[in-house]
């Protein structure tokens, strides 16, 4: 059996991983907790709750082995667990504290006195959920349209509207474009 480095791609870490190979894990684990951990600060807006989605989402990963095959890349693949785990960790949060922490998805972990960003979070808190994930995906996770229909389980033409209509949006924003483009 040979030992997981860091020079190995995704579905070769994961065949090791399907032959008991320990350190294939840790490799997968250290190329993508810092992802998770980003992407679930911006759902949930709390370091704690993101590291508690973390670990929970690389147990989720544990337990597809051994067999787990992956049909797309990474991120594909745990957007979905991260998302459902950050909403759920979310809820329980609101429910702690009756409603007094309200969720900034965007602007909390990454406006930090830019007034572009400023603008654009708050054009964001403007978009339905559905819109303003989309747009996210898009141009901040820089996933393409049929990696957040897989990651979303939606149809493509779905999300092409959705990314259409959040566009639309925020069009008319100099911030939002510059910010877009740059994505």
Aim: proline residues 3%; charged residues 25%.
């Amino acid at each position: 059996m040979s030992q997981a480095d860091d020079s190995q791609t995704d579905l070769e870490l994961i065949a090791l991983i399907n032959d008991g190979d320990q350190y294939a894990f840790t490799t997968l684990y250290n190329r993508y907790k810092d992802w998770v951990v980003g992407l679930a600060y911006r759902f949930t807006g709390h370091h704690d709750d993101a590291l508690d989605v973390m670990q929970e989402t690389f147990s989720y990963l544990v337990r597809k082995f051994p067999g787990f095959e992956l049909t797309a890349q990474m991120t594909t693949f745990l957007y979905p667990a991260v998302r459902n785990l950050s909403i759920a960790a979310r809820k329980k949060r609101q429910r702690a504290t009756s409603g007094e922490e309200n969720f900034d998805l965007f602007a909390e972990s990454e406006a930090g006195g830019d007034p572009d960003r400023d603008e654009f979070a708050s054009l964001l808190k403007s978009l339905s959920d559905n819109h303003r994930e989309i747009l996210l995906m898009r141009f901040v996770d820089d996933m393409t349209q049929p990696e957040i229909s897989e990651a979303l389980d939606l149809p493509l033409g779905t999300v092409k509207s959705r990314l259409h209509h959040a566009v639309q949006a925020v069009k008319n924003s100099p911030a939002a474009m510059k910010l877009m483009d740059q994505g």
